[in-house]
Structures are given as structure tokens and as C-alpha cells.
């Protein structure tokens, strides 16, 4: 190949880049657009009904006219079902939106965006007090999911998730399906929980990215068989996207089996990782079984060597992680230093149950709240 043709190559690829750029931004524009126009006509459907208690009992009537009215103008996609989704948007996202979006410059106004990327002010109504603006930037099927979630807190986790790591509408069911805002709770200090729904998924410190449990139900283990940890190790390697995007953020695979010598013996760390965001070296250790205290020492002794022989200056103390099927908390803070950078957390084979994970987070918000008082 010439250099005529790489050049003429390397052209094409960087015009087709900005193009699937631009495609992607045109569509993004598209969707936050009709996002706006559905809160808005929530809004509108919310305000008719409550001109009275007559209007709201003959409502339904009015939506099913209204929806075959708007069919024949403007064609699919304003069904009966829709526009009750449309109100539903309106009615979660209104009475969520003081004790979830911050107030700037003491003014409060919702704006639609417009043609010419000025504010089209829909707040002027005489019905209607003035509220807090407010930003989306997601599809609408993202929303047709996150209007499930009915806490006001963790719905804006999920937002927020989505918007920073850009998910997409597969992957923000399948981190709801599998408890991501409780697993975080649970696994942090009650001081923290208050910050996931204002923040997101914070990376500052080693325990932040220990999540309890991990749900690893796309390896296909079954919970009640038998299986090793080697084939544990080579059913995560098989999925190690989904593997990494369970773990959390910033991670990246460096080896499997990575083998070390000391003292003339011979040392393997079954999984090594890297997070980016701490800038440091994460070890995990798999176990099939209960977790011993002989496991905890094991990996003590692989972070010490990593931290002594394997890191660089600038880089962070090594994290080492126990991935096992049982632990018992008790031994682990007996065996273990305070100072340790060694974490035992447990693994799920199925999703967890959601309902006993959300109670266990009510419990510690409840506790959080009273020791607030106190």
C-alpha cells in the first residue's frame, strides 16, 4: 500500500469519525427535544384535569379524543398510553424536583429548548407555581425505565449513572434488575449513602469501588452446583467486559494466573486488574467456598509484594480483593489490620432480591436520620 492510500485512508476514517459524531449528536438533540415536549404536554394534561373534580372524572374521555386527534395530525407515537405516560413523567419528575435538582441564582423556571437554541418558557401558566429547572439529557426509554424506581433518591442515582457513563437502555435495566444503588449503599458508611443520590458513584479511596455482593448471574453458574474456582476463573475471563463493568469504574484486566517468585517459591494471583481513577493495582483472589483466615493472609502477602516490588512511585497502594461465596465479617476484622487494603466480599450467582436489599437501606438511612438528631 502507497502512502497515497494511507493517507487517503487515514482521511476517510477521520471524516467518517466526525460524521457518526455529528449523526449521534443530531439524534441526541432529537431525543432530549421530545423528552422536554413530553413533560410539557404531562404538564398540560395535569393542568386541564385540575380545573375541577367534573374535568378529572371525565379526563380519561378527553385523552382518548385527544389521543386520536393528535394521531391523525402528527401521526404515531401519541396514543392514549403515551400521553398517560407523558402525564406520569410530569407528575414523578414535578414533585421530585425540589428535594432532588438544585435551585440556581434563587430562580426557579422549566424551559423547552427550541429551534434556535433559546428557552421556550412553559411555566407561565396561571395554575402553576414556579419550580426548578430542570436538565434531560437521556432518551425517553431511558425515562419509560427510571419512572419505575420510585424513590425520588435512587431514580437520580440511575440518572446519574447513566448520564456519566453513558449507558445504554440495556444496561441501566440490567444495573436496576441487579440492586446497583442498594449493593453501593450497603457497602459504604452511612455518611456516604446520603451522597449517592446527589453524586453518583464516587471513586476516591480504595473501599469505593467494594461492592457486596457482586452479581455475577450473566457467568451462567448455577448456586447450587459444584464447580471450582479455576472453571469460576475461566467463566469470568469467557465474560470479562461484563466481569469488569460488574466490578465498576475504571477498571481495566492485566493478567489472569500472573505468576511471582519468592524466596524461590512460586506465587499465582488469579485475577490482576487496574483502576485508572485510583491509579493502583487491584488483586482478586477467587474462592468457590467459605473464606479462611489462611485466604486473608495469603492475600496480604500478595499485596505487600505488589506494593514492594511491583508498583511504581506514583502509584497508589494496592488493593486486594477476596471474592468468595461466603465471609464471615467477624473473622475478617479479627485477621485483618485496621489499615488493611484487603477487602472479602461475597458473590452472586442470580440476581439478589430487591425488596430485602431496599429494606436493609431504608433500615441504615432510618439509623443515619436518628443519629443525625442525636
Same mark, same amino acid.
Given at each position: 500500500?502507497?502512502?497515497?492510500?494511507?493517507?487517503?485512508?487515514?482521511?476517510?476514517?477521520? @471524516?467518517?469519525?466526525?460524521?457518526?459524531?455529528?449523526?449521534?449528536?443530531?439524534?441526541?438533540?432529537?431525543?432530549?427535544?421530545?423528552?422536554?415536549?413530553?413533560?410539557?404536554?404531562?404538564?398540560?394534561?395535569?393542568?386541564?384535569?385540575?380545573?375541577?373534580?367534573?374535568?378529572?372524572?371525565?379526563?380519561?374521555?378527553?385523552?382518548?379524543?385527544?389521543?386520536?386527534?393528535?394521531?391523525?395530525?402528527?401521526?404515531?407515537?401519541?396514543?392514549?398510553?403515551?400521553?398517560?405516560?407523558?402525564?406520569?413523567?410530569?407528575?414523578?419528575?414535578?414533585?421530585?424536583?425540589?428535594?432532588?435538582?438544585?435551585?440556581?441564582?434563587?430562580?426557579?423556571?422549566?424551559?423547552?429548548?427550541?429551534?434556535?437554541?433559546?428557552?421556550?418558557?412553559?411555566?407561565?401558566?396561571?395554575?402553576?407555581?414556579?419550580?426548578?429547572?430542570?436538565?434531560?439529557?437521556?432518551?425517553?426509554?431511558?425515562?419509560?425505565?427510571?419512572?419505575? @424506581?420510585?424513590?425520588?433518591?435512587?431514580?437520580?442515582?440511575?440518572?446519574?449513572?447513566?448520564?456519566?457513563?453513558?449507558?445504554?437502555?440495556?444496561?441501566?435495566?440490567?444495573?436496576?434488575?441487579?440492586?446497583?444503588?442498594?449493593?453501593?449503599?450497603?457497602?459504604?458508611?452511612?455518611?456516604?449513602?446520603?451522597?449517592?443520590?446527589?453524586?453518583?458513584?464516587?471513586?476516591?479511596?480504595?473501599?469505593?469501588?467494594?461492592?457486596?455482593?457482586?452479581?455475577?448471574?450473566?457467568?451462567?453458574?448455577?448456586?447450587?452446583?459444584?464447580?471450582?474456582?479455576?472453571?469460576?476463573?475461566?467463566?469470568?475471563?469467557?465474560?470479562?467486559?461484563?466481569?469488569?463493568?460488574?466490578?465498576?469504574?475504571?477498571?481495566?484486566?492485566?493478567?489472569?494466573?500472573?505468576?511471582?517468585?519468592?524466596?524461590?517459591?512460586?506465587?499465582?494471583?488469579?485475577?490482576?486488574?487496574?483502576?485508572?481513577?485510583?491509579?493502583?493495582?487491584?488483586?482478586?483472589?477467587?474462592?468457590?467456598?467459605?473464606?479462611?483466615?489462611?485466604?486473608?493472609?495469603?492475600?496480604?502477602?500478595?499485596?505487600?509484594?505488589?506494593?514492594?516490588?511491583?508498583?511504581?512511585?506514583?502509584?497508589?497502594?494496592? @488493593?486486594? @480483593?477476596?471474592?468468595?461465596?461466603?465471609?464471615?465479617?467477624?473473622?475478617?476484622?479479627?485477621?485483618?489490620?485496621?489499615?488493611?487494603?484487603?477487602?472479602?466480599?461475597?458473590?452472586?450467582?442470580?440476581?439478589?432480591?430487591?425488596?430485602?436489599?431496599?429494606?436493609?437501606?431504608?433500615?441504615?438511612?432510618?439509623?443515619?436520620?436518628?443519629?443525625?438528631?442525636?
Amino acid at each position: 500500500m502507497n502512502d497515497i492510500q494511507l493517507r487517503e485512508d487515514a482521511l476517510f476514517e477521520r @471524516i467518517s469519525a466526525l460524521i457518526d459524531l455529528a449523526h449521534k449528536r443530531v439524534k441526541t438533540a432529537i431525543d432530549t427535544t421530545m423528552v422536554y415536549t413530553y413533560y410539557g404536554v404531562g404538564q398540560y394534561i395535569v393542568e386541564d384535569e385540575q380545573q375541577g373534580e367534573q374535568r378529572a372524572q371525565y379526563g380519561k374521555f378527553i385523552l382518548k379524543n385527544l389521543s386520536a386527534r393528535l394521531t391523525n395530525k402528527y401521526g404515531q407515537g401519541w396514543s392514549e398510553e403515551n400521553l398517560k405516560l407523558c402525564r406520569r413523567f410530569y407528575v414523578i419528575y414535578s414533585n421530585s424536583v425540589n428535594s432532588v435538582y438544585p435551585i440556581q441564582d434563587g430562580k426557579e423556571k422549566q424551559c423547552l429548548p427550541n429551534s434556535d437554541n433559546h428557552s421556550l418558557d412553559i411555566s407561565e401558566t396561571p395554575s402553576r407555581k414556579s419550580e426548578t429547572p430542570l436538565s434531560f439529557t437521556l432518551s425517553w426509554s431511558h425515562y419509560l425505565v427510571l419512572m419505575r @424506581i420510585k424513590d425520588n433518591e435512587e431514580r437520580r442515582f440511575y440518572e446519574i449513572e447513566c448520564q456519566k457513563q453513558d449507558w445504554s437502555v440495556r444496561q441501566l435495566k440490567r444495573e436496576y434488575g441487579a440492586s446497583l444503588y442498594e449493593r453501593l449503599a450497603l457497602s459504604r458508611d452511612k455518611e456516604e449513602v446520603m451522597r449517592l443520590s446527589q453524586e453518583g458513584q464516587t471513586i476516591e479511596k480504595p473501599k469505593d469501588i467494594i461492592k457486596d455482593p457482586l452479581t455475577l448471574e450473566f457467568l451462567g453458574l448455577y448456586r447450587d452446583s459444584s464447580f471450582s474456582e479455576s472453571s469460576l476463573e475461566s467463566a469470568i475471563i469467557s465474560k470479562l467486559q461484563d466481569f469488569l463493568l460488574e466490578m465498576g469504574k475504571g477498571f481495566l484486566f492485566e493478567a489472569r494466573q500472573k505468576k511471582f517468585t519468592f524466596n524461590e517459591r512460586h506465587f499465582y494471583v488469579d485475577l490482576v486488574l487496574y483502576n485508572r481513577l485510583l491509579q493502583c493495582y487491584v488483586l482478586v483472589d477467587l474462592k468457590a467456598g467459605d473464606l479462611s483466615h489462611q485466604d486473608l493472609g495469603q492475600m496480604q502477602m500478595y499485596v505487600n509484594y505488589y506494593d514492594r516490588h511491583v508498583k511504581e512511585a506514583f502509584e497508589k497502594p494496592t @488493593i486486594g @480483593i477476596l471474592l468468595c461465596k461466603d465471609k464471615d465479617d467477624a473473622l475478617v476484622e479479627l485477621t485483618l489490620p485496621e489499615d488493611a487494603n484487603v477487602y472479602a466480599t461475597s458473590y452472586e450467582l442470580c440476581i439478589p432480591d430487591k425488596a430485602t436489599l431496599q429494606s436493609k437501606v431504608k433500615q441504615w438511612i432510618l439509623e443515619y436520620e436518628e443519629s443525625k438528631e442525636d
